[in-house]
């Protein structure tokens, strides 16, 4: 009973959000179209994210050794990220303090989604090397893309309002990731009304977190009434329920840049 009251909450949320998508046509300048189009998904995120993760709009993400990264539609980040720059809603976030990026297409199509893919690849790439360690602490670790990391790994999302035929995506996907290493592919593809695209095991089709080696991609067809809002919010608490970081290092970002100068010492 739960699960079809959750699955009706979802529907009608779905049907909301293409009500809305169908509002922003009438937008006479593509920009303004795509930035509410992004702001649809970061408010459904932000309902279904766990209460230590948030999601940003139209922020750059840089690392302490001064890596950018390219503008993200969306920012899963943890909300003790210090606010750097929050100009006009504009964001700059430090790496370690980031958890996933959400990439949000009006139609998404091969060269959309070679677009996504590159700018996911690139920020996951950028180094988080700037923590504090706790000293008593048991050090923790997170398995994912096939290695063990220190920290938690960046996750990129891909959500479509609409596309190609959902096996042509896939297969634009496949030829993509095929000469990458897991740790550059996506999570996973959303489009609404069709279904996603997840990595799963080939032999028993059970569905994995994130994609490691020898992992198939799945395409999964939603199911009509319940468009892929579900699958979505589940995946998510999945995917971030027990996402962390350790305390952040802003001494590294503030690089050679001098603090003061001393001019007197008192000896006690």
């Known amino acids: 009973m739960a699960q079809q009251k959750l699955g009706s909450i979802l529907s009608s949320v779905a049907k909301r959000m293409r009500a809305d998508f ?7 300048h593509n920009g303004e179209a795509g ?3 992004e702001v649809l998904i970061r408010e459904f995120l932000s309902g279904y994210l766990p209460a230590h993760v948030e999601a940003v709009h139209n922020a750059e993400v840089i690392s302490a ?7 993200c539609d969306i920012v899963l ?10 100009l006009g809603g504009y964001r700059i976030v430090p790496n370690e303090c980031v958890y996933g990026m959400v990439e949000v297409k009006t139609k998404l199509d091969g060269a959309q989604l070679v677009d996504a893919c590159n700018k996911i690849s690139k920020l ?3 180094p988080k090397t700037s923590y504090r360690p ?11 893309y096939g290695k063990t990391y220190d920290h938690f790994p960046t996750s990129g999302i891909i959500v479509a309002f609409d ?15 095929r000469t990458r290493n897991p740790i550059e592919w996506p999570d996973s593809v959303w489009v609404a009304g069709k279904g996603h695209l997840q990595w799963g095991d080939p032999r028993t089709g059970s569905l994995f977190r994130s994609p490691a080696p020898g992992a198939s991609l799945l395409q999964i067809d939603a199911v009509p009434e319940q468009d892929i809002l579900l699958p979505l919010a589940l995946h998510l608490n999945i995917h971030f329920s027990d996402a962390w970081m350790n305390p952040l290092d802003l001494v590294p970002y503030s690089g050679a840049t001098p603090l003061g100068t001393i001019v ?3 000896t006690i």
């Open 124 to 126: 996951r790439g950028l």
């Open 134 to 144: 706790i000293p008593g602490t048991i050090s923790r670790s997170t398995k994912a």
């Open 264 to 266: 007197k010492q008192w």
């Open 65 to 71: 050794q001064g890596a950018v990264s390219p503008q």
């Open 35 to 37: 930035t509410s189009r």
């Open 77 to 86: 980040i943890d909300r003790g990220t210090p606010p750097f720059t929050s």
């Open 22 to 28: 169908e509002q922003s046509r009438n937008f006479h």
């Open 163 to 177: 596309s190609l035929n959902l096996e042509t995506i896939g297969r634009h996907l496949t030829d993509w990731c």
